[in-house]
C-alpha cells in the first residue's frame, strides 16, 4: 500500500452551530465521502456495498448518548453502514483488530485525549490503528479524535487550563491545535505559545467547522462547513518564537 492510500481527516468540530449553520455531522459526512472514494479505489474489493464506518466512543467513556445520537444519523442511510466499537467495561467486539481492519472508515468522538490514549494503549490500540491506515482504512475525528493522530496538542483532558500533550500516536508528525478560534479558551495563543517554546512541534490548527485531509503525511487540502473559517500552519522560528501561515479551507 503506497502512503498516498494512507488517508486522515482530522477536524474541530462546531461548539455552536448557531441558528441555520451546518453542525459538525456535516464533516462526518466528508470522511464517508472520503471513504468511499478510497473504498472504490481499492483494486479487487466488491463496490456494491455500504461504506462500513466504526464510531469509537472511547474519549467520552463510550457515553451512550453520543454512541445513540450516532445511530440515529446512519439510520436512515443505505449507503452507510455503523458499527460501534466500545473499550467499557470490555471490547464491545470479539476481535478488536479484525473488526477494525474490516472497516472503510474509523470515525473517533472527541472528549478526553489523555483518557482516549490510556484505554486505546491498554487494548493495544495504536499497532491496530496503524495497521488499518497502512491497509488504507481512513482515520477520522474531531477535537481529541482530531489530536490522537499527532504528536499531540493543548488540552484540557489534565484541568480547566490548557496544558500539554504530547502522547498521540504519532502516525502525523506534526502537532495539532483544535477550536482554535473558541471564544472560552486562549486555545490560539497558547498553541502558538507551546510550537514558540519548543513543547510542541510545529503542525497545524483547525478554527471550528475545518478539518484538514492528509494522504500519507502530506497535508492534501483544507476543507470547512462554516463561511469565513480558517486552518493554519504554525511552525517553530530558530532562537524562539512562531510563524504562522493561513489555509484557506474548500467549501463543503
Known amino acids: 500500500m503506497t502512503s498516498s492510500r494512507r488517508q486522515i481527516f482530522a477536524f474541530s468540530g462546531v461548539l455552536d452551530s448557531g441558528p441555520g449553520g451546518k453542525d459538525s455531522f456535516a464533516l462526518v459526512e466528508h470522511a464517508l465521502t472520503l471513504a468511499t472514494q478510497a473504498r472504490q479505489e481499492r483494486a ?10 466504526c464510531y469509537v466512543p472511547t474519549a467520552v467513556g463510550d457515553a451512550q448518548a453520543a454512541i445513540d445520537f450516532y445511530h440515529e444519523k446512519f439510520a436512515p442511510r443505505a449507503d452507510a453502514q455503523l458499527s460501534v466499537l466500545r473499550l467499557f467495561t470490555q471490547p464491545s467486539v470479539p476481535d478488536v483488530a479484525a473488526h477494525l481492519i474490516s472497516q472503510d472508515l474509523i470515525l473517533v468522538e472527541g472528549g ?16 491496530i490503528l496503524r495497521r488499518c491506515w497502512a491497509a488504507g482504512v481512513v482515520l477520522a475525528g474531531a477535537s481529541a479524535g482530531s489530536l490522537c493522530w499527532r504528536v499531540g496538542g493543548p488540552t484540557d483532558s489534565f484541568s480547566d487550563r490548557l496544558d500539554p500533550f504530547t502522547g498521540g500516536l504519532g502516525l502525523l508528525p506534526y502537532s495539532n491545535g483544535v477550536h482554535d478560534d473558541f471564544a472560552g479558551q486562549p486555545r490560539r495563543e497558547v498553541y502558538r505559545t507551546m510550537v514558540a517554546e ?4 510545529g ?4 478554527e471550528d467547522g475545518t478539518g484538514l485531509h492528509y494522504r500519507g503525511t502530506a497535508l492534501r487540502e483544507a476543507v470547512s462547513i462554516r463561511p469565513g473559517k480558517c486552518a493554519w500552519r504554525v511552525a517553530p522560528e530558530p532562537g ?13
Do not use: C, K
Open 44 to 53: 479487487g474489493q466488491e463496490q456494491d456495498r455500504p461504506t462500513l464506518a
Open 112 to 127: 478526553s485525549v489523555v483518557n482516549l490514549m490510556a484505554v486505546w494503549r491498554a487494548h493495544g490500540l495504536p499497532r
Open 198 to 201: 519548543g513543547v510542541l512541534p
Open 240 to 252: 524562539g518564537g512562531y510563524t504562522e501561515e493561513p489555509i484557506r479551507p474548500r467549501p463543503i
Open 203 to 206: 503542525g497545524y490548527a483547525t
